[in-house]
């Protein structure tokens, strides 16, 4: 399967600051997801992503297909963007639930 | 917006006792969930998808015995582990799977602590 490689492993960030997160892949993917699960274990779907670029209020997210990654963007962050961020990539054909996170980015903000 | 709703929340039980966690969709129906187990500090791992009206499919290395899953209703799908032991402890969330006309997405449960001791 494909295999998905998340950096960095931590962040730590002071409240206002923004950043970027990056997720690259071993091979092409056709359905791409951001995910958000915060400090209480809630997972939230932040965006599906399988190319171009979308943006939700502070976060931004663009995957390059054809180069086989996807970036999210934080701007301006809080301490509720606190928790681990989670990408996800399927190749074609596969189940669009059936997900294999990879190991996250844990981002701490802090006040 | 869609809700799962995952229960119990929390749950400690003695080695060799059966638990079960209910997966619901509130809002719409589900033909599709998953089960995941998350160990402390590491990613997601599938369990199993849950079919409704089918038997489920299981991960490679997932014990179909030890973690049996029930999807009886569009809205409901749920997770036994039966004869649970220590290692067994883990977080363990749902997902339910939602098509239409509002587009495909992916809502969580919010996760069941399980501590068997």
């Known amino acids: 399967g494909i295999q998905v490689e998340q950096s960095p492993p931590d962040l730590i960030l002071q409240e206002g600051a923004n950043s970027t997160l990056r997720c690259n892949f071993s091979d092409s993917v056709n359905n791409l997801q951001w995910f958000h699960q915060n400090p209480w274990g809630q997972l939230i779907n932040l965006f599906y992503?399988?190319?171009g670029t979308k943006q939700n209020g502070r976060l931004s997210a663009t995957t390059v297909a054809t180069e086989r990654y996807s970036l999210l963007y934080i701007s301006s962050s809080q301490t509720t963007d606190s928790g681990v961020y989670f990408c996800d990539g399927r190749a074609g054909g596969t189940s669009y639930g059936k997900l294999t996170f990879g190991q996250g980015t844990i981002l701490t903000v802090h006040p | 917006g869609a809700v799962v709703s995952q229960h119990p929340s929390r749950v400690i039980c003695k080695s060799g006792t059966s638990v079960k966690i209910e997966c619901r969709s509130l809002d719409f129906q589900a033909t599709t969930m998953f089960w995941y187990r998350q160990f402390p500090k590491q990613s997601l791992m599938l369990m199993a998808t849950s079919n409704e009206g089918s038997k489920a499919t299981y991960e490679q290395g997932v014990e179909k015995d030890k973690f049996l899953i029930n999807h009886a209703s569009l809205t409901l799908s749920t997770l036994t582990v039966t004869s649970a032991h220590p290692e067994d402890s883990s977080f363990y969330i749902c997902?339910?799977?939602?098509?239409?006309?509002?587009?495909?997405?992916?809502?969580f449960g919010s996760g069941t602590q399980l501590s068997v001791l």
């Open positions: 997902s339910a799977y939602r098509s239409g006309t509002y587009g495909e997405k992916l809502f």
């Open positions: 992503i399988p190319s």
